[in-house]
């Protein structure tokens, strides 16, 4: 099918005219800049190009990747973030960096950071109910220590659970890491103060809390006062990849009042379709931290890299 060029001011706008001209399913064929502040874009109706042309196959491989991400539910505020950061990539040099260029996209559009510790000696990881927070905490201080060798202690904050301390202490003695319990009985902050203040040989400390609903106004402002005179917590939020976007986006803005700094996407293994999280955690524009990836303490965890999320945005959605 016959090719259409055009041009506009910003990419957005020239997205948004192929878009209401070819429709949704439109083919970009190339993209380029003119100058500063003005772009072009070819684009076709469909891929009934010649296949013998490199400029054919560099638009089926192209179109190959868009769909794929728009089958994992990419948003398409993002996708086209996505595409504007490829353009911008392909007119620079890579310096020799290696990686397919969609690793190279998502390295430019995500924030990712996972060194522990970081800014913080002591982190909390905060998030709804049922997303595995101590799992996670295991796993974690299981993993440092191994890498790092660094002296790690526990605190178990989960005040609203009966014997909500119980498995983080269980994990704590099997990996042989002292591990404090907060008691509902008694004032939590000198109760936490304590623990801190034991604990102060420490090089990591990992503090876990309850897990509550987005929509639990009252316990999520306990959470809140709880932690609100220890600015000297980290708060990590954690959220699920198996659940739907609306859930994802209330959970990250409720929690993003405790003063969140990065984000953890737990239970990768349980999904295909990680479009939802990805939107929500660009959305909240906070740098992804770890990847959990199944049950198994301390093997199924690893650090957030733009190379795994490609390679899990590549694969097929079952």
Request: proline share 4%.
């Amino acid at each position: 099918m016959e090719e259409k060029v055009y041009r506009g001011q910003s990419m957005q706008e020239v997205l948004q005219a192929v878009r209401r001209d070819l429709g949704q399913d439109a083919v970009i064929v190339g993209t380029r800049q003119l100058s500063q502040g003005s772009f072009e874009v070819h684009a076709s109706r469909n891929s009934t190009l010649n296949p013998n042309s490199a400029r054919s196959q560099s638009s089926n491989t192209a179109r190959s990747v868009v769909a794929r991400l728009k089958r994992q539910g990419l948003a398409q505020g993002l996708l086209e973030t996505l595409l504007q950061t490829s353009f911008r990539a392909s007119r620079e040099s890579d310096g020799g960096q290696r990686g397919t260029r969609l690793e190279k996209v998502l390295s430019h559009t995500f924030s990712f950071s996972s060194v522990l510790p970081h800014a913080a000696r002591i982190v909390a990881l905060v998030g709804p109910t049922g997303v595995g927070k101590t799992t996670t905490i295991a796993k974690l201080a299981a993993r440092i220590r191994e890498a790092y060798g660094i002296r790690i202690a526990l605190i178990a904050a989960d005040t609203y659970r009966i014997g909500g301390g119980y498995q983080l202490h269980t994990y704590g003695t099997l990996l042989k890491m002292p591990c404090r319990v907060i008691s509902p009985e008694g004032d939590f902050h000198s109760q936490l103060r304590s623990a801190i203040s034991a604990l102060a040989n420490a090089d990591l400390i990992l503090v876990d809390t309850n897990g509550c609903s987005p929509r639990d106004e009252q316990t999520l402002a306990r959470l809140e006062d709880n932690l609100a005179p220890f600015p000297e917590i980290e708060r990590v939020l954690v959220l699920p990849a198996p659940s739907n976007e609306l859930d994802l986006r209330t959970a990250a803005g409720r929690f993003l009042r405790l003063g969140v700094s990065r984000v953890t996407i737990s239970k990768l293994d349980e999904s295909g379709y990680i479009g939802p999280v990805l939107n929500t955690a660009h959305a909240l524009g906070k740098p992804l931290a770890f990847f959990t990836t199944g049950q198994r303490v301390p093997e199924d965890i690893e650090p957030a890299t733009a190379r795994r999320l490609a390679w899990m945005l590549m694969r097929q959605v079952h």
